[in-house]
């Protein structure tokens, strides 16, 4: 169990970058239109009436060779990528509620069925992403790494140390390389924290590169992180892009598509769905989108389509 009293805890910002921020924060102030619905009625009263769907069964981990890479998704944007040498948390959420928002589908697997955990990111201090309680139960003073501004919710976990990158900056974390990369989103926990950080990962290794993208509407950065980074796995999120706040907060399903071939990656695992209602669309909308939106551009064969729980070699 980690020693929360540990001497051994600190928080390491890592100096900021001297490139201009390519990251877009959200403006707070609601769209012109968002009184015309109501999301109580609509949907978060409904769900509290709507039975949680999926089952949690003990998950069969591979062996992962050399070269390949491990990709469990557990739900939401929580994922679980294992390589040869390393297991990597990203934004893991096993909690039932999002304070008064209910989660609708069950995780992947109880969280007791977990490898050992080498190193835990978190793209941003959201809820639905940073979530204290999960934190708690999977930290076993391995490090953690943090946008800038966000350390200090989680330096007091269990974590041996907590790294805080700025956008564009690597840090290697034993066989691995974790870079932080921009978003067009808003890091804050609750309204007055706005100078928290906020984007998503790149992890490199010997193996295929995974690009988690944490939350964020479409923008005109994509391309210059396909540029940078040689991106062959890209978790992109297809969900909550009806909030009820009418805020352009969260990329569509097509957006998705376009963000995916301006990353040129390879394969595009979706994310962001069918766990929480966080937006007006119905849960079973932003996979049918998604998967027409593939085939008009012609991607088909390029979107896996994860199934919470199962683990996928690549």
């Given at each position: ?9 600190k928080?390491v ?5 001297a ?25 978060w009263?409904?769900s ?36 040869h ?9 096993w ?28 793209t ?51 066989p691995?390389r ?9 890091g ?5 924290d ?61 957006e ?22 966080l ?36």
């Amino acid at each position: 169990m980690p020693n929360p009293f540990s001497r051994k805890r600190k928080i390491v910002r890592h100096a900021q970058h001297a490139a201009a921020k390519k990251s877009k924060r959200v403006k707070l102030r609601p769209g012109s239109e968002w009184t015309k619905r109501n999301f109580l009625t609509s949907v978060w009263i409904p769900s509290l009436f709507t039975k949680r769907s999926g089952t949690r069964a003990r998950p069969l981990f591979p062996k992962v060779q050399p070269g390949q890479i491990c990709i469990t998704w557990i739900g939401h944007a929580s994922f679980l990528i294992q390589t040869h040498d390393a297991n990597v948390l990203i934004d893991p959420i096993w909690s039932m509620w999002l304070s008064v928002i209910k989660r609708l589908k069950e995780p992947g697997f109880h969280i007791h069925h977990l490898p050992s955990i080498d190193f835990v990111l978190v793209t941003h201090a959201h809820f639905d992403h940073l979530d204290r309680r999960t934190l708690r139960l999977v930290a076993a003073d391995q490090p953690i790494v943090v946008p800038v501004g966000v350390g200090r919710l989680v330096h007091r976990l269990g974590f041996n140390i907590v790294h805080e990158l700025d956008e564009w900056q690597t840090i290697e974390l034993g066989p691995l390389r974790v870079s932080l990369t921009p978003a067009h989103h808003w890091g804050a926990r609750f309204l007055a924290d706005t100078h928290r950080g906020f984007g998503g990962f790149v992890i490199g290794a010997n193996g295929p590169s995974v690009f988690h993208c944490g939350d964020t509407a479409y923008f005109e950065g994509f391309k210059e992180i396909g540029e940078r980074h040689d991106i062959e796995i890209a978790l992109l999120p297809i969900g909550a892009y009806d909030p009820p706040l009418a805020r352009e907060v969260h990329m569509n399903p097509e957006e998705a598509v376009l963000a995916f071939k301006e990353l040129n990656a390879k394969t595009l695992v979706p994310m962001h769905y069918g766990t929480f209602r966080l937006g007006y669309e119905p849960l079973e909308e932003p996979l049918e989108r998604l998967r027409e939106s593939a085939r008009v551009h012609g991607i088909e064969d390029k979107v896996l389509v994860m199934t919470e729980g199962r683990p996928v070699v690549l």
